[in-house]
């Protein structure tokens, strides 16, 4: 089962301990934001493949394995795409996106993250999906016909449905595990495949993860004959306090207990971090730290050093199923 980390294109050449990093632990490289529309696609007509280009071949190059993230995202829709209003003429963007991409990665992503946060933050019976562009003008056919797309682009591919805030305890996660699991039935009804449910696991240190929960969903997909998926996992320290040795013992009970419950149902597709080194990541931009400390979001810290999490993730993903 493989260990991965998403890598950021920006670094590459700057930063030759950061490419070392992964190569020395990872099993599964992908691109982090390079493959999101609004970077490949500045305008509706270029498709700028060379960031994650580089990010692919430097994984198939060292016999590693990689995924694709992904095709459709409220938060990486370019200002160009949001401007469609006519349904047809976005459903048709979307499926020559789709065909388009996953034509150029055929044989080397064998694993592609399709829709991302379809589900709405705050689900309610009425409005269970995203309010996007995506919604508001395809309705929530946008999601089978990603699927579908995506599906007969590449029909190797395993197709996942990516989405955050679906390990904790209380109703509105068990609404949004529920809507995860409705969507999947209406792919299957459909005669649509979906292989996997991401579970981007961007845990909260003080958030206790409901184990049993997570467990259950597991069972429930693997009924449903798919398989979960960790996509984005990190630790969000903001709210703990003292310094790196109470944030890294914090991060290593949230994590295991996080493990515990996705591990539950059997192993899943592959356990993968929203970057490797606190040096770089997204967690100190948009929930940095009361005390204006350093946050401790990932497995290795900003020198690279493992911590006591990154050797969890080596024993689960390490153990026979
Ligand atoms: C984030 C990246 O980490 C940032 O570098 C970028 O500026 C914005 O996107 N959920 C997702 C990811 O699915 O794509 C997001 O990644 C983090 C939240």
Redesign the pocket.
């Known amino acids: 089962m493989p260990y991965g980390a998403?890598m950021?294109a920006d670094y590459l050449d700057s930063d030759p301990a950061y490419v070392k990093a992964f190569l020395d632990h990872c099993d599964l490289i992908l691109p982090?934001?390079e493959l999101?529309v609004v970077m490949l696609r500045p305008d509706r007509d270029t498709f700028h493949f060379e960031p994650a280009d580089r990010i692919v071949d430097l994984a198939v190059s060292n016999g590693l394995t990689t995924r694709g993230?992904?095709h459709i995202?409220h938060?990486?829709t370019p200002a160009w795409m949001e401007a469609i209003t006519d349904p047809a003429d976005l459903e048709r963007e979307l499926v020559r996106h789709i065909e388009t991409v996953m034509d150029h990665y055929r044989g080397r992503v064998p694993s592609w993250d399709v829709v991302?946060?379809v589900i709405a933050h705050e689900p309610t019976p009425s409005q269970p999906l995203r309010d996007s562009t995506w919604l508001r003008t395809m309705g929530p056919r946008h999601i089978p016909v990603a699927f579908k797309a995506a599906q007969n682009a590449d029909p190797k591919a395993r197709l996942v449905l990516?989405d955050?805030d679906l390990e904790f305890k209380g109703p509105r996660y068990d609404q949004r595990r529920a809507i995860a699991l409705s969507l999947v039935r209406q792919l299957q009804d459909a005669g649509i495949r979906i292989d996997g449910v991401g579970i981007?696991g961007?845990l909260y240190a003080e958030i206790p993860i409901d184990i049993e929960a997570v467990a259950a969903f597991g069972e429930d997909l693997k009924r449903l004959g798919v398989r979960l998926i960790v996509t984005?996992l990190d630790v969000i320290d903001w709210n703990i306090p003292g310094g790196p040795a109470e944030q890294d013992a914090a991060a290593y009970a949230v994590v295991r207990d996080f493990l515990d419950g996705v591990f539950a149902s059997g192993p899943p597709e592959a356990v993968v971090t929203?970057?490797i080194t606190d040096r770089y990541s997204?967690i100190p931009d948009v929930m940095p730290r009361r005390d204006g400390q350093p946050t401790r979001p990932l497995p290795l810290d900003a020198n690279f050093r493992p911590k006591s999490w990154h050797e969890l993730i080596m024993q689960r993903v390490r153990l026979p199923a």
Do not use: F, I, R
């Open positions: 998403a950021q982090m934001n999101k993230h992904t995202w938060g990486g991302n946060e990516n955050y981007q961007h984005e929203w970057g997204w």
